[in-house]
């Protein structure tokens, strides 16, 4: 039986008490089993390894994700009052009703080198970098926290980072010269060279459970029943019933993938066939999910997957990337994204807004299922939602919004409310808040963008 070589790497760095499914060129993390957790798993215990950023005090990894949508929010609709039980959400932020306690709403921050400079592209290239970008035919920006991060923590994973995408990335210029590259892509990992956005999730799940070649056409979870079944007689029966849940999920986004991935093939056919590549025709032509619904789902299921088997502590999704051309007909909204921004008081807009924080609920509640020794996945986690913008309609972004869920074992105090709109410029800086969310995940750092301080409150 072949093994990867992240079964070694996780061995050796002990990274926890984990129990790993091994199979035909594949190796999965299992949910925490607490009948395994006295060392049947094969790891360190957290006190032990040495990694006290990289693991909760409870031994779990710590995981970061963070969701985009561009242009800009309803602003109307967007804010949050009190804290804790007072804690009050509005009506763009309902779909997080059931998660209010584990939930941050920050309002007031800004990147400074976003502003002044243009709209669109040039709000949006160094929102995750917070250093200047540069017009003309040369990208140029910086490393972006949610890859500074997989910098740090992502050699004890398969992947370093998953970046996903629902929409496919612009070519050309914007009428302020900047590249559209910048509008395209939130994750950067390094000044030149935007994080390639992976669009199809058949991709990103073959990526994440190592298939390739003739074993995309084999199930994973075939290729490791025997391990399955000779661990489900040893374990308790809670336990076995906690094994059989995840392997049934699994299965479950296994069954969509394999649907996306031949429509994945009949596009590639297509596009051979005219000449041209498959990106370039419509959905679902080009073989992605004709509903946006079932699209942003599907990469969401693909993420918390990532972040229960330990294939991946970091992950992006761009659900709309700036100047956004994505239609909403299951909202009844007649205009696309962009179009809809430039009215952003209007209902249409504030149901787009809804639906892409209801997105982030999606995943938070996944996460959420998901037990993880006396809590579960998502308290070990953070996910942030960002737009580029406050206002579509003014293409103001002399603040923009931002959302937290989960709060990395009690390390992020959450159900909270926090404005920093007249705390000063040096004190309301998006990057103090990334340097106090890195913190957290054990990256440390003196400076990172515009910023040397931590986010005060935070």
Known sequence: MSHSPFASRAASAGLSRRTFLRGVGVTMALPWLESLSSGLGGGLRAAESGLPGMLTASGHPKRFGVMFMGCGISPEHWWAKGSGADFELSKSLTPLEPLKSKVNVIRGLFTEPATGHGIHPAMTGNLLSGVPIQQGAII????????????????????????????APMTGYHETN??????????????????????????????????????????????VKDHAAKLGRKIS?????????????????????????????????????????????????????????????????????????????????????????????????????????????????????????????????????????????????????????????KHDNRKVPVLTVGGLDGALATGRSLDYLDAGDDNRKLCSLYLGIMDRMGVRLNRFGDAETRLAGL
């Open 140 to 167: 140029h920006g910086g490393i972006s926290m949610d890859q500074m991060i997989a910098n740090h923590i992502g050699q004890d994973t398969l992947q370093p980072s998953m970046v996903l995408a629902c929409e």
């Open 178 to 223: 900047f590249s559209n590259a910048y509008s395209s892509h939130i994750s950067w990992q390094n000044a030149d060279s935007p994080v390639p956005n992976e669009l199809y999730p058949s991709l990103a799940f073959d990526s994440l459970f190592e298939n390739g070649g003739s074993l995309r056409n084999i199930s994973v979870l075939d290729r």
């Open 237 to 393: 029966a809670t336990d076995k019933a906690k094994l059989d849940e995840y392997l049934g999920s699994v299965r479950d986004v296994e069954r969509s993938i394999e649907r996306m991935r031949a429509d994945k093939d009949s596009a590639d056919t297509r596009a051979k066939a005219a000449g041209r590549p498959t990106l370039t025709m419509k959905r679902p032509e080009n073989g992605l999910p004709e509903d946006l619904r079932d699209h942003v789902r599907l990469m969401c299921d693909i993420i918390a997957l990532g972040f229960q088997t330990d294939k991946t502590r970091v992950a992006s999704l761009l659900l709309a990337r700036d100047l956004s051309s994505l239609y909403y007909p299951f909202l009844s909204v007649k205009d696309g994204h962009h179009g809809a921004s430039h009215y952003d008081t209007s209902e249409d807009y504030e149901k787009i807004a809804r639906f892409h924080v209801g997105q982030l609920s999606y995943l938070a509640q996944k996460l959420a299922a998901m037990p993880e020794g006396e809590g579960n996945v998502l308290d070990h986690s953070c996910l942030m939602f960002i737009s580029n913008m406050w206002s579509g309609t």
